[in-house]
């Protein structure tokens, strides 16, 4: 319960001058659910079936989340950057989700590297979508990777409304586990997870050890960080049968073990 002060007359005796205030105890407000979430996801699909090109992990998490909110009421739009010509402009991925296949740059998938010069037309086409609407459309905006940060923080900006990033994967860390020979990512993008970072109302991390990378290597706000743990679904798994050693099982039993397509490596 919160607290107001409500002032009253003073009473007689040693009661001092003026007003004296008392303690009321207020009814806190429970925080309205949104009715509508715009979710963005800029480099990969939802549509795409995970394991293919850069289709994996976070698709499942961007479909999965989206469905589950839809069973609660809450629409969700994602909004991704098209990538073939014959793609319609929305498609209904299940009842209260709805994929927005934006144009921005050449109907083809580009290299990581490519992906940032598309960064400010797919902003002016999710924001031209919004404004085909009347004001309010959206309650939150939820991104995923920091490339669909970068957008969301400028729809943020524009519409008003409270900003959840989910960065799936941090630069910092991966270069911190540079194997030899492999490319260090760009200065761009550690700047640009730190903007993101800065205009984000909430951050999503998915294990404990996240949530420190974002305090400790980001200068995150603690209180900013939430570590939610994603669940699993066999629905895109595959059993397999490990391949047979050279030297023979021994005293190792053949067993099946499920294999699940790889998560995003960006």
Not at 179 to 206: F, H, Q, S, Y
Request: aromatic share 6%.
């Amino acid at each position: 319960m919160a607290a107001s002060l409500v002032p009253r007359r003073p009473g007689t005796g040693r009661a001092p001058a003026g007003l004296v205030y008392i303690v009321q105890p207020v009814p806190r407000r429970r925080p309205r659910s949104p009715r509508r979430i715009a979710t963005i996801s800029l480099h990969t699909s939802p549509l795409d079936q995970p394991g293919t090109g850069d289709a994996g992990g976070l698709n499942v998490y961007v479909v999965e989340v989206s469905k589950r909110l839809a069973d609660r009421g809450i629409e969700v739009e994602i909004f991704t950057r098209a990538v073939c010509r014959d793609t319609p402009p929305a498609v209904e991925l299940a009842p209260g989700v709805l994929v927005r296949n934006v144009v921005a740059g050449p109907f083809e998938e580009l290299d990581k590297n490519a992906l940032p010069g598309q960064i400010c037309p797919f902003t002016f086409e999710v924001l031209r979508t919004e404004a085909a609407y009347a004001p309010g459309r959206y309650d939150l905006l939820h991104a995923h990777y920091w490339l669909s940060g970068q957008v969301a923080a400028v729809a943020k900006e524009r519409w008003g409304v409270p900003l959840i990033q989910s960065m799936h994967t941090l630069g910092k860390v991966k270069n911190l586990a540079l194997a030899a020979g492999d490319c260090a990512e760009p200065a761009a993008r550690i700047r640009g997870e730190a903007e993101v970072m800065a205009a984000a109302d909430r951050l999503v991390a998915n294990t404990d050890t996240e949530a420190r990378q974002l305090v400790e290597l980001y200068g995150a706000d603690p209180w900013r960080v939430e570590t939610v743990s994603p669940g699993g679904t066999c629905r895109c798994s595959v059993p397999v049968r490990p391949r047979r050693p050279a030297g023979g099982w021994g005293c190792l039993p053949a067993r099946w073990c499920w294999s699940s397509p790889a998560g995003s490596s960006r």
